[in-house]
């Protein structure tokens, strides 16, 4: 990976891993999936980790067809989606960030899913809207092909962190806690609000300068 694109993938890389969050997810993935077999466990998470890769790479890749076709301007979806982050943001640092993905009833009724591995976990709790909306607007920022290249290598090193997280939520919650999972979601609810506060900051100068 090159200068510019090794910088870019340091700038976009821990924006959408603190969205996605996996650690936080692994609690209620165990709910879920606790009564399957620990091949089944590892099938769902797979699959559910695959469907987020998929939705994030899509709206990567043809975000920018969207807002043409909406008649959306680069700079107002930087500002709304800047705002939709920090929101996000704010449930993470008071450890809700569940909540801003799916329901409560969402969440209870899922668990009597037969298959939960697209639906809830791989949509929305792993690429819900503050997930797609942070991978749109990185790539309104990736102006070359090695930045764009760097955009889908931060989402595939998030789609393999996710994976680790998920194969190993038994041993990550003896381990961490469920004050350790918290604490670890609030120090990412830093990170996205700071990424919120820049892409409203340029989001804004673009405007100006229309």
């Not at 709206?59 to 996000?88: D, Q, R, S, Y």
Request: glycine share 8%; hydrophobic share 55%; charged share 15%.
């Amino acid at each position: 990976m090159t200068g510019p694109a090794l910088a870019f993938f340091s700038k976009c890389f821990p924006s959408i891993l603190s969205i996605v969050d996996p650690l936080a997810l692994v609690p209620i993935y165990l709910a879920m999936v606790g009564n399957e077999t620990r091949a089944e466990q590892r099938r769902i998470a797979l699959r559910a980790t695959v469907t987020m890769t998929i939705v994030l790479t899509t709206f990567a890749t043809g975000g920018e067809v969207l807002f043409h076709f909406f008649g959306i301007t680069i700079p107002a979806f930087k500002i709304a989606g800047g705002i939709l982050l920090f929101f996000n943001a704010l449930e993470m640092i008071h450890a809700k960030a569940l909540e801003s993905r799916a329901t409560a009833e969402e969440q209870s009724e899922a668990r009597g899913k037969a298959d939960v591995a697209i639906i809830p976990l791989g949509i929305p709790l792993l690429s819900g809207p503050g997930a797609i909306a942070t991978a749109t607007m990185w790539s309104t920022r990736a102006s070359t092909i090695p930045q764009r290249l760097a955009l889908y290598a931060s989402i595939f090193t998030v789609a393999a962190l996710t994976i680790v997280a998920l194969f190993f939520a038994g041993s990550l919650v003896r381990f961490f806690k469920q004050t350790g999972i918290n604490i670890a979601t609030r120090v990412m609810g830093l990170i996205l609000a700071a990424t919120a506060a820049q892409f409203v900051v340029d989001g804004v100068r673009e405007a100006i300068r229309m």
